[in-house]
């Protein structure tokens, strides 16, 4: 489908990243049946607002993670291949890449980069090691290793053993820390039958901030009602084996037990971002985020376009419809179905975040705003809308029936022994 040129292989587009951006642009292009190649360092779509469902048993890996090239699969002009981008010659308008199979180099006439963002440690990297952190489907995996460890072990423990062993800190109260927090204390109660000690620790003075308002006062009684300790205006300032210090706004500092720690506060951007950025001269944010034009081409090069998470435009927010909109976007000015240069715009269709089973919050615009039970179903619709397969759709309907009406976990039935070996070194494993 590509040609070779000197030894190098060509292709009209390529776009890094199977992601939400990257997805969303490849399906765009397919329209017209624009010849692309998808480069990913992971094999698999991931639908990153799931993670938090897998790591807690709702649901099974796969559900949430289905190759990319069989999404692809019927783009008769696409092409998904596994490879990790280590290098670019903007001038040159060429990708180096690893490959299972060795180096590869690859031409583009139009670039399209959405290669996400990770986790940041505000400067304390050493607590990568220390905590766990969900960003990726292995992380999901690890999570849940470490969930089934501590409670079973817990199990037949002294009283002691068992209260250090279910001890749980979440750092940040953003959606997915909150998602986490919740349905931590609600496999304690419905699955496990456990007592369990979930702290929510969160720098900034409200749980949710981007909600604000009613939202977040309702997700703070929400979790404080159903057990969680949620602790505002508050930072980590330490993390060894079995303890998270931390430090409020007025100084007072305190040690919380933790036998597991989940990371879910901030966003750093490197890795293909940093080579772009250096290639092209595109300033970036201090989070690493490249500071894109208005129709999302990257510095001086017309030929080259980034979206999603690893980009700041206008303060939009780094959720998956942005990422989908913006390669909607540079995909359409590709194939000639919006004129070159045209301005990206972010249509806001709301937010929405879950606490519990039955209870959630979303934001439809500054008026119309929904919580708990309506709000929680909605949640499940959007949520399932945009999954992608009917086969996902079906397995996750049938894993939220057995996980909210019934009291089932299926998602554990597939905790790898391999998995179960992985769990963070320097646990407490009894
Ligand atoms: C736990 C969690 C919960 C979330 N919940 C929500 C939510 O409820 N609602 C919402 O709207 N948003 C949510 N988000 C945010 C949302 O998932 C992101 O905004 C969205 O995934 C961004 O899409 P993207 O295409 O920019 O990047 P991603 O979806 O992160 O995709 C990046 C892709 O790039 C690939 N890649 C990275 N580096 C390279 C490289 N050098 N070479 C090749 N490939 C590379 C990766 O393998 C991956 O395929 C959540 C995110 C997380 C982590």
Redesign the pocket.
Known sequence: MQHVDAGIETADVVI???????LAAAKQLNKSGVRYVL????P???F??L??QVATGVLASDEIAPP?ANIIRHHKNGEARL????GIDADAAVLT?DTPQGERKIRYGKLIA????SQSYFGRDDFADKTYS??TIDDAKRLRAQIERVFESAKDADPATRERLLSFVVVGAG??GVEVAGQLKELSKRFFHLDVSVTLVEGAGAVLPPFGGGLSEYAKKSLTRSGVEVMLDTFVTDIEVGKVTVKSKDGVERGIAAETVVW?AGVQVG??ATLLAEATGCETDRAGRLLINPDCTVGGHADIFA????TSLNGYP??????MQE?RHVADIIRGATRVATPFKYWDKG???VISRFSAVTRVNDHIRFTGTIAWFAWLAVHLFYLVGFRNRFAAIFSWLVAFIGHGRPGFDEVEKTTKAKVLAGSNAS
């Open positions: 890094v990243g199977s992601g939400f951006g990257g480069l990913s360092g992971t698999e779509h991931l990153q607002p993670l938090y990319i490879g990790t981008v280590t890449y959405a290669t996400g963002a969900l960003k959606a997915t879910s890795g293909f979206i999603g998470d690893m780094g959720q998956s419809p942005v990422a390669g937010s929405m975040a």
